[in-house]
């Protein structure tokens, strides 16, 4: 059986694939079964953000994987505390919180606005506000997070707690703290899944300043955008503010399965 036949028969079907198998590649270049040759533009969405066998990054893993490939949270093990000391001296963040993908370093980033909201106003404060045409991620609370109707269908009920409104629409947002009160805003400040579509900086930047004045989380989800894809090292860093929690997966590994939500005071 060919390789795309075999997929289809022991492969759930939930992604559509292009007709290409990658075998190998270097750098910005990957090649197929034939050895015919690509230039990869997509960076497996934002993942591979060393290029492709990178020898810095393989050298890295192979001598790690040589040592220790894993402990539980149980025990001190060294790159797990550089790597979250090295992420809060570049961020001003104040700790690191690591997990295993994007959609859960997001679910994190709700477990924190739902507990400093609770702790501090009491249980009925758990609203999160999203933008529409978003993506936080496949589980069924950051699904709910997702402001895209169609991922919601036949996956019914999700998490409640959520709202989203359009990007940009600050009153809209006023609006329904009025009605009920907010614990955090999780918004990416240019959006991946959605089509590409960078929000105004003018709204990011009142946005903060509402959150801050409100005492609701202001936080940013850097699962596509972080380490360095936009120039700076976590694009918030383009717009001047200052997030509350900052959610980063994907390239953080540069194709190994790591979440980080980063936490402010
Ligand atoms: C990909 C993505 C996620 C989900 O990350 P996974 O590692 O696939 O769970 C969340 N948010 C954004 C913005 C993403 O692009």
Not at 13 to 18: A, E, I, P
Not at 27 to 54: H, R
Not at 99 to 106: H, K, L, R
Not at 178 to 190: D, F, N, R, S
């Amino acid at each position: 059986m060919s390789l795309q036949s075999t997929d289809k028969k022991y492969i759930a079907n939930t992604y559509n694939r292009f007709p290409v198998s990658i075998v190998s590649g270097k750098g910005s270049v990957v090649k197929d079964e034939n050895g015919k040759e690509y230039i990869d533009l997509g960076s497996g969405i934002g993942v591979t953000s060393f290029g492709i066998a990178d020898e810095v990054w393989q050298n890295a893993i192979t001598e790690q994987i040589s040592l220790v490939q894993h402990m539980s949270n149980l025990y001190y093990t060294e790159p797990c505390v550089r790597l979250a000391q090295l992420l809060c001296e570049r961020t001003g963040m104040k700790k690191v919180f690591f997990s295993n993908s994007g959609a859960e370093a997001n679910e994190c980033a709700i477990k924190i606005a739902r507990k400093y909201a609770s702790d501090k106003y009491g249980k009925d404060r758990f609203t999160i506000i999203t933008l529409n045409n978003s993506f936080h991620g496949r589980t069924l609370t950051t699904l709910a997070a997702t402001g895209q109707e169609h991922y919601h269908e036949l996956f019914t009920p999700l998490t409640p707690g959520f709202i989203s409104v359009d990007a940009g629409d600050l009153d809209a947002i006023k609006e329904v703290h009025k009605e009920t009160p907010v614990a955090g805003v999780l918004i990416e400040c240019i959006q991946g899944e959605g089509g590409i579509l960078p929000i105004e900086s003018t709204f990011i930047k009142n946005l903060n300043d509402w959150c801050n004045e409100n005492d609701v989380l202001f936080m940013v989800d850097e699962v596509q955008t972080g380490n360095g894809r936009t120039g700076e090292l976590y694009a918030y860093m383009n717009y001047g503010v200052t997030p509350d929690v900052v959610s980063t997966a994907k390239g953080l590994a540069g194709g190994l399965p790591l979440g980080a939500v980063l936490i402010g005071e």
